[in-house]
């Protein structure tokens, strides 16, 4: 069949032919001599084919994998980001409640200081206290000893002056009697 | 039609002659031409973009992998949005048709290239392969009810039968409209730059003549990716009566 369109062509491709040798000249329009129709036809064939397979096995295939991948990497950055974004307020929230757990330890730390100044003071104070209350105690009990010694020797001084004055106006003196006296005007219970 | 007068050569049509590429005369269907190295230049663009310049997957892609995703986004963008999350089973069709239509066009645009796209040959084999394609597959999935997609089930009864010939009619020239858009535009705009390029011999027009070189390459730039998207999104239009013969 192809030798017969060949054969049935043959005539126009002479004349184009020699045409074309003579100067490549076009004769009329190139476009519709029919000779070259078979080989145009087959090496259209040809790059038809190979372009599909080229189309459908690599370049297709390649260019849809490469598209989803990226709307793939693009929602996974997406989650990704998301996530980061969850680790961050999650970090924040640790950070706050480690904060809030120092200053509630500093408080505490603060707190425990002061009590136990305040104990240390307190039992200085009382053992100060003490101390005073013992010396004064002391003290008083020095004075009542020099108040004591000294009631006895104005008892001594009395009873020895009362005797002298007995004496002097020439009575007899009686001591027991004069004791009695001398008490009875100091006041003192101590007789 | 190329008769060399006061300096002026005529030759918009020879850029677009299929010859041998490594001489001689006789041009079989197997003989390697300058089809063959400007189809395997696109094949290899398109390896270039969609497989070279992926090979690292980076998830921060490259600028060479940016453009490959984004091709790649633009064609899965249009079948899922034209026909739905059925016609993603044929997105792979789709995307060869695409990348090589848009590789092809712009590799054509190099000064010196052969645009394989400008050729009817081609385009009328994409076009083919798409309507009996979509036929085929419009019979497998719906059997004889993939018909009723010429039966205008909104229309009163009796223009029904009118509509299904108009409708008949508009079917089978799908396949013309859709490939002689795309070679007559990439024929056109080439053409024309060459018969602009020819004044540009004449010294008192050639600053014009390159200026509207310029000005039709830029258009011709935008020409080559509307035509290549056009071509598939039309594809997609037809793949959408396949899924759903239904109004």
């Known amino acids: ?191 | 039609m190329a008769e060399q007068e006061g300096g002026l050569v005529f030759h918009p049509m020879d850029q677009f002659i299929v010859k041998p590429l490594f001489g001689g005369d006789e041009l079989h269907w197997y003989t390697p031409s300058n089809v063959t190295l400007w189809l395997a230049l696109t094949v290899l663009g398109v390896f270039l973009l969609l497989v070279a310049g992926t090979r690292r997957r980076a998830i921060v892609p490259s600028r060479t992998q940016s453009v490959a995703e984004l091709a790649y986004c633009l064609v899965y963008k249009m079948v899922e949005d034209v026909t739905g999350k059925e016609g993603l089973r044929y997105f792979p069709y789709i995307m060869t048709l695409f990348m090589f239509i848009v590789f092809a066009n712009f590799l054509g645009l190099l000064p010196m290239a052969f645009t394989t796209t400008s050729h009817i040959a081609v385009t009328a084999v994409l076009a083919l392969l798409v309507f009996v394609g979509i036929t085929a597959l419009g019979f497998a999935l719906h059997g004889m009810s993939f018909l009723r997609l010429f039966w205008v089930d909104a229309a009163p009864l009796p223009i029904r039968p009118i509509l299904a010939v108009i409708e008949v009619i508009s079917y089978f020239v799908r396949p013309v409209s859709h490939s002689i858009r795309l070679a007559g535009n990439m024929m056109a705009g080439h053409a024309v730059i060459k018969v602009f390029a020819a004044f540009a011999a004449l010294a008192a027009i050639s600053p014009v003549s390159i200026l509207a070189i310029t000005a039709i390459y830029a258009l011709e730039t935008l020409v080559a990716f509307i035509q290549a998207y056009v071509f598939t999104i039309l594809t997609c239009v037809y793949l959408k009566d396949a899924l759903h013969p239904h109004h």
């Open chain 1, 1 to 191: 069949m192809a030798s017969e369109t060949e054969t049935a062509a043959h005539g126009t491709a002479h004349g184009a032919a020699d045409a074309a040798h003579g100067g490549a000249e076009a004769v009329g329009m190139p476009q519709l001599d029919f000779s070259t129709f078979p080989n145009q036809i087959f090496w259209l064939a040809v790059a038809l084919v190979v372009l599909y397979l080229i189309l459908s096995r690599l370049a297709l295939p390649r260019i849809a994998s490469v598209l989803a991948e990226r709307s793939g990497t693009i929602t996974g950055d997406l989650e990704k980001a998301e996530e980061l974004k969850r680790k961050a307020v999650e970090a924040e929230e640790t950070y706050q409640k480690a904060l809030a757990d120092a200053r509630a330890e500093a408080q505490r730390v603060i707190a425990e200081a002061k009590a136990e100044l305040q104990r240390e003071i307190d039992e200085a104070t009382a053992k100060a206290d003490a101390e005073i209350a013992a010396r004064a105690a002391e003290s008083e009990k020095a004075i009542a000893e020099i108040r004591a010694s000294a009631l006895e020797n104005v008892r001594a001084v009395a009873e020895e002056v009362a005797r002298e004055v007995v004496a002097l106006l020439g009575g007899k003196a009686d001591p027991k009697a004069i004791a009695e006296a001398v008490s009875a005007k100091i006041g003192g219970t101590r007789a």
